[in-house]
């Protein structure tokens, strides 16, 4: 399979623990997005990279989060000292990166965060 | 990006057409307009896009309004398998290139 995919598919953590997320994009795209999804709501963008540079951010992503993508091939997105409300799917997505507005994304099937 | 708003659910039966539409009033001259779909359990996928033109694939057509306010995708024929959250959304001509996604029509199809 040469889709996006992302590790763990489901993490359980108690509040105040850390975590972190992988993903690894289709080969060759250069542009990886992170995204939030909450039950019942669309996917909120979060941050993504075009290579291993981090390009833009959302205010969503407080100094809690972080994500790196060290070699411009996978990324993780490490959440500490987690929160009740940090509770949500999150979704990896990759894309060439050079199409403008024409560059469509792939999804992962996305880590599923609880914490209790 | 501009604001989109959609049905929040939507029914067909099965085997027969269904039109999503999608409003993007604030839509700028160079937005292009994307939609993309969320089967239950996975991430969203791809669907269409376009400018100005209508425009067909193999999943889909996709019908923009003369004056670009508005749009609609249209499933030429309903299965089981389309049932699922439709985003439209709308990407800048100018490298603004996260997708911004409202809350999407649930469709519901009736076998």
């Known amino acids: 399979d040469t889709g996006v995919s992302q590790n763990p598919r489901h993490k359980i953590t108690k509040r105040g623990q850390n975590v972190t997320f992988r993903c690894d994009p289709i080969?060759?795209?250069?542009?990886l997005y992170w995204y939030r999804q909450t039950l019942g709501q669309g996917p909120e963008f979060l941050t993504y990279?075009?290579?291993?540079?981090?390009?833009?951010k959302s205010r969503l992503l407080s100094d809690r989060f972080s994500a790196e993508r060290p070699k411009g091939s996978f990324s993780t997105l490490e959440i500490q000292r987690t929160e009740q409300g940090d509770s949500a799917m999150y979704l990896c997505?990759?894309?060439?990166?050079?199409?403008?507005?024409?560059?469509?994304?792939?999804f992962g099937p996305g880590t599923r965060l609880t914490v209790l | 990006d501009a604001k989109t708003t959609q049905p929040n659910s939507m029914e067909s039966n099965e085997e027969e057409p269904v039109h999503l539409p999608c409003n993007h009033s604030?839509?700028?001259?160079?937005?292009?307009i994307h939609w993309y779909r969320q089967l239950p359990s996975q991430g969203p996928e791809y669907v269409i896009h376009?400018?100005?033109s209508n425009v067909n694939n193999r999943m889909a057509s996709l019908a923009i309004a003369e004056d670009r306010k508005s749009s609609t995708l249209i499933l030429h024929r309903a299965t089981l398998r389309d049932a699922a959250v439709y985003y439209c959304?709308?990407?800048?001509?100018?490298?603004?290139?996260?997708?911004?996604f409202g809350t999407g029509t649930r469709l519901t199809i009736i076998p």
């Open positions: 997505a990759s894309s060439i990166g050079d199409r403008g507005p024409y560059d469509e994304q792939f």
């Open positions: 990279f075009q290579n291993e540079a981090q390009l833009e």
């Open positions: 604030t839509i700028s001259g160079t937005d292009y």
């Open positions: 376009g400018l100005t």
């Open positions: 080969s060759e795209h250069n542009r």
């Open positions: 959304t709308t990407l800048s001509n100018f490298g603004n290139e996260k997708l911004t």
